[in-house]
Every structure is written in structure tokens, then in C-alpha cells.
């Protein structure tokens, strides 16, 4: 069972510009992380932000975390066409789910970025 | 620095046939994991390891084993592949509650 939903599910913008993904999830959780996917290769590992973190950057990359609401948002500043990729948002549940005490994934945002 | 090694890259399968794909890691991490990745679906667990000697079941287990004798070794078994369990294999490893470094996947198709 997936945990985090992404949204959206699909994102085409230009180079330059900003992405903004949302990863909304149910239950208490340890710590959030994002990866990236691109096409045909495994996944990279992006960020992660703890439960009692609200904000979290990486170079062109700034998460955000509101516990009270379970989400998450992924911000790619300025794009280039290298970001070009899937990308997914897992958590860690504080609980142990049917995944175990491993990570949940969700379905992930598809983004597209245009020359 | 080579991370996760996932071996073999590509297989292809007829139905009732077995395989074992390998999955290796030179960074001492203590937990292991199998995903499967489908169109559509995400990435689903299933097997997982938190130390030599110790599996477990993730969300869809059924049709496939595992071990891990080696601390640095996590293999996946199919006893008698499916077209259902044709996919993408990806192995990764991490310390506790920690980022996952992944291999770079296995495509398996069972015809």
C-alpha cells in the first residue's frame, strides 16, 4: 500500500523555470524523503526531512514539511532539462506498517523540462 | 565507489523456470531491501533484511524467497517465475531509517 500520494501526477514546464511537487501521506511518521528517478535507472536520493524539521534545501532543491497537515512539497528551482526524471516521495513510518519498518513509496510526479 | 550492484541486468524467463538475482553492497549498511517496480504502481517492497541471517516480508512476498548469509549480500529467489512477476527489480540499502542507496535495477520479463 502506497503512503505518499504525489501531486501532480505530471508536470511539463520550460528551463528556468520553478517545479513544485506535493506528497501528501496519512500516518505519523519518522522522516519524509524525496528521490529521483530518470528513465530506465534506479533511484537517487534526494533529501530527507525529519518529523521535527519544517524546512530542509540542497542546492536548487528546498523541502517543506507540515506534520499537522501530512505533506510535503518538492521545489526545483530555475529547471534545466537534466531534471528531467521521476520523482518520488517515502516515508518512514513511526508505526510499523505492512512494508515493515521500510520505506513507503508513492507513485510519483513525472516532470518534463522543455529547452 | 560502487554502491549497490545488482546482477544480472536484463533475463528473460520462460514460465516454471527459477532464478536468483544477486544484490550487493560495499557500504556496511546493516538493511537490505527488494522492490519491484511496475507501470503505474510505484515501487512495492518485498523481502527485506535489517541484519545477516534476518529476513522479512514486505507488502507482496508471495512467489519469491530470500537470504542473506553475507552482511553484504541480499539474493531474491523466484522458485517458478509468472508473467505476473515480470518487472523491474530494484535492490537498496541503507542504514536505519535512513536514505536508501539503489542499485540500478533488474528488468525481468517471463514469457
Known amino acids: 500500500s502506497q503512503q505518499g500520494e504525489e501531486d501532480p501526477q505530471a508536470l511539463s514546464i520550460q528551463e528556468g523555470e520553478n517545479a513544485t511537487m506535493n506528497c501528501s501521506y496519512k500516518t505519523s511518521i519518522n522522516n519524509l524523503q524525496w528521490y529521483r528517478q530518470n528513465s530506465g535507472r534506479g533511484l537517487v536520493h534526494l533529501i530527507l526531512?525529519?518529523?521535527?524539521?519544517r524546512e530542509k534545501h540542497s542546492g536548487r532543491l528546498r523541502v517543506t514539511l507540515d506534520t499537522s497537515k501530512k505533506s510535503s512539497s518538492l521545489l526545483i528551482t530555475a529547471s534545466r532539462a537534466a531534471d528531467t526524471a521521476s520523482y518520488f516521495c517515502?516515508?518512514?513510518?513511526?508505526?510499523?506498517?505492512?512494508?515493515?519498518?521500510?520505506?513507503?513509496f508513492g507513485k510519483g510526479t513525472s516532470l518534463l523540462v522543455t529547452p | 565507489n560502487a554502491g549497490v550492484t545488482q546482477t544480472p541486468k536484463f533475463r528473460v524467463l520462460k514460465t516454471g523456470q527459477s532464478m536468483t538475482l544477486l544484490c550487493a553492497q560495499d557500504m556496511n549498511h546493516e538493511y537490505m531491501y527488494w522492490y519491484r517496480q511496475d507501470p503505474g504502481m510505484g515501487l512495492r517492497l518485498i523481502h527485506y533484511s535489517v541484519g545477516e541471517g534476518t529476513t522479512a516480508k514486505g507488502e507482496v512476498p508471495d512467489g519469491y524467497n530470500v537470504s542473506r548469509l553475507k552482511k553484504q549480500n541480499f539474493l531474491l529467489g523466484l522458485e517458478s517465475a509468472a508473467p505476473s512477476q515480470t518487472s523491474v527489480y530494484f535492490c537498496?540499502?541503507?542504514?536505519?531509517?535512513?536514505?536508501?542507496?539503489f542499485g540500478s535495477g533488474t528488468r525481468l520479463t517471463v514469457v
Open positions: 526531512i525529519r518529523s521535527n524539521e
Open positions: 517515502a516515508t518512514y513510518w513511526l508505526e510499523e506498517s505492512n512494508s515493515g519498518y521500510a520505506l513507503n
Open positions: 537498496a540499502s541503507s542504514y536505519p531509517v535512513g536514505g536508501y542507496t
